[in-house]
């Protein structure tokens, strides 16, 4: 049984940086690709983030490109986003996703995610 866990957010200024975790717990973490999504108040939960389950490819929402970075660390069964710059309208709950495979018109549909974390709030003041 995979769990998802998110490390906590917080409130945080425009400019400002922020790290999110997300542990991984179950069998074999290097089976699932790896994915952050958002979802503000009113809006649908949006892909942010991928990655593959070696590292090596990456997907990023137009938004964030430049700004916030997904990385991995299989040794830790461990992923994480950097983000920064951060934007009021970076303000959202934060959410990490678990699915087998890679096949790239799927990437960044929801639905495409078997497990998911219960989220985080991230709230960017201006």
């Known amino acids: 049984q995979v769990q998802l866990e998110e490390s906590a957010g917080g409130l945080v200024q425009a400019g400002d940086s922020l790290k999110l975790s997300c542990e991984f717990s179950?069998?074999?973490?290097?089976?699932?690709?790896m994915g952050w999504f958002r979802q503000a108040p009113g809006n649908e939960r949006d892909i942010v983030a991928v990655?593959?389950?070696?590292?090596?490819?990456?997907v990023y929402a137009d938004s964030v490109k430049g700004r916030f970075t997904i990385s991995r660390d299989n040794a830790k069964n461990t992923m994480y986003l950097q983000m920064n710059n951060l934007r009021p309208e970076d303000t959202a709950v934060y959410y990490c996703?678990?699915?087998?495979?890679?096949?790239?018109?799927?990437?960044?549909?929801?639905?495409?995610?078997?497990?998911w974390g219960q989220g985080t709030q991230v709230t960017v003041s201006s």
């Open positions: 996703a678990a699915d087998c495979g890679w096949v790239r018109q799927e990437l960044r549909q929801e639905s495409a995610y078997q497990y």
């Open positions: 179950g069998p074999t973490f290097t089976n699932y690709r």
């Open positions: 990655i593959s389950w070696s590292g090596a490819a990456t």
